[in-house]
């Protein structure tokens, strides 16, 4: 009998599932492991003091000593998974204990804009020393370890503001907001100021101590809802489609990664899904959703974002992060720069020039990007702008600046899940009892918000020192006798 022919098995395909080439990219981005080491922990708490400084004395003026007085030392963690942030009471309790003992050390540089924070512990090895710099209308910029920047920091041309406020009718206010402005600022001792505003009106305004009308003050994350307007103005202007389109972040370019399932609606509504991994001391690996790192790590911000990994579905989950706001932040220098336009003035002209938001300045990172997620700087009366673009439905001086339909679409919280909307946060979960649930409100480190009140025509801005407590209740006693008296 015939032997029946057998042919022979095919080799063992390569480990390379296709050979197929993608024009235009050089495969997805290589994933950020964030380093969760002690050591590492420790740089990161001493930078954001240096930056937390940097920030009081060389952009909002404040005293040395005073801006000392206002520090409140935060130890660094690690980022938390999708279930509760990790108990950093011991990091906490470490921090303390090195501040009361007196080994941290604070050395400002006036000449050059900055400060350099140290921690010496004979028990742990080498000093470390974090560092931020304030190079004249960049903000405070994180250097953490690194050398010196990674640009050359110029002027940046700005607009200067046009006449707005036809009206101030602060010394007019009924003695029983007075009350409630008084009330609410013994409570909060770190709060710069309060203010109540119309278009073209200012209805109150009350400043606290270190607070003047003149004196910037940061931003934290209100700066997202800057962002997210930047992303509005792109789309009226036709730079960009549409929210529901795939984000164009530069770094995002292969169709094949799962970074192509995220769109701007995702990034703005804080549903993107991106994390990154993170490498603990012991050699363990967890998920960590940052929020943090951006103002502690002195690294690229917007090539960070985006090197995160899609760690849950787009859309599916909510988790509060700064990777998302900056991947929009790479977008918004992305479509300016492949437009030959100079990045920063542009930046500028687009929203914060155009409704006079002169003294607003943004926090740059090593790389001269301008931060999206956090860390710009401001008055009140220019923070306040802001809201009332909101309440004229996206119309400044009779020119629209953002689509029909932005602010509904902006202020409007994603489902009965959250309160938070596309960069805004809303008051359907009643933060604020005695206010209607349809205001919204930008947010900042310790509360700081422009709250917007389309339906009745006004703003209020409240802004307060990094990590200094805030009396939410007696903040909603005043913004209801101002929203019953106005």
């Known amino acids: 009998m015939t032997e029946p022919h057998i042919r022979p098995l095919p080799a063992p395909g390569e480990a390379l599932f296709d050979r197929t080439p993608i024009l235009g990219t050089a495969g ?184 003047a009308p003149d004196r910037v003050t940061p931003s934290w994350s209100m700066t997202k809802s800057i962002t997210a307007t930047l992303i509005g103005r792109l789309i009226h202007l036709g730079w960009l489609r549409s929210v529901h389109d795939p984000a164009p972040a530069p770094l995002w370019t292969d169709p094949r990664g799962a970074h192509a399932a995220i769109t701007l609606d995702h990034l703005l509504r804080m549903r993107s899904g991106l994390a990154m991994p993170v490498l603990h001391g012991d050699g363990t690996t967890t998920l960590g959703f940052e929020n943090s790192a951006v103002y502690q790590d002195g690294t690229d911000a917007f090539a960070a974002a985006q090197r995160n990994i899609v760690a849950t579905r787009p859309g599916s989950v909510f988790r509060y992060v700064n990777a998302g706001p900056n991947v929009l932040g790479a977008i918004v220098r992305h479509e300016i720069e492949r437009r030959g336009l100079p990045y920063h003035a542009t930046l500028y002209s687009l929203l914060a020039d155009k409704i006079g938001m002169a003294s607003y300045r943004h926090s740059a990172d090593i790389a001269g990007n301008l931060i999206g997620s956090g860390a710009g700087f401001a008055t009140l009366r220019d923070y306040a702008r802001l809201g009332l673009l909101y309440v004229q439905d996206g119309v400044w001086n009779g020119e629209r600046l953002l689509p029909e339909g932005w602010a509904d679409y902006a202020l409007a919280p994603t489902h009965a899940g959250t309160n938070y909307a596309a960069s805004f946060w809303t008051n359907s979960q009643s933060l604020f009892p005695d206010l209607p649930p349809d205001i919204a409100w930008a947010s900042g480190a310790s509360d700081q918000r422009i709250v917007i009140f389309r339906r009745h025509g006004l703003v209020a801005v409240i802004t307060n020192e990094t990590d200094h407590a805030m009396d939410l209740g007696r903040l909603n006693t005043f913004l209801a006798t101002a929203l019953a008296v106005f």
């Open 28 to 211: 997805p981005v290589a994933p950020l492991v964030y380093d969760g080491s002690r050591r590492a922990l420790r740089l990161r708490s001493v930078t954001f003091a240096a930056k937390r400084l940097t920030d009081m004395i060389y952009v909002s003026g404040l005293a040395a000593d005073e801006a000392v007085a206002r520090l409140r030392w935060r130890a660094a963690a690690v980022p938390g998974g999708l279930g509760a942030r990790p108990d950093n009471a011991a990091g906490q309790a470490e921090l303390d204990a090195a501040v009361a003992a007196g080994h941290l050390t604070i050395a400002l540089d006036d000449a050059a804009h900055a400060i350099a924070v140290t921690w010496t512990d004979p028990g742990f090895g080498a000093a470390i020393t974090g560092r931020a710099i304030a190079p004249d209308g960049h903000g405070g910029i994180v250097l953490a370890a690194a050398a010196g920047l990674a640009f050359t920091p110029v002027p940046i041309p700005r607009t200067p503001a046009s006449e707005y406020w036809t009206e101030d009718a602060t010394d007019h206010a009924p003695p029983v907001l007075r009350h409630a402005a008084e009330t609410f600022l013994a409570g909060a001792p770190g709060t710069y100021g309060i203010l109540i505003a119309a278009p073209g009106r200012v209805l109150f305004e009350r400043y606290a101590h270190g607070g």
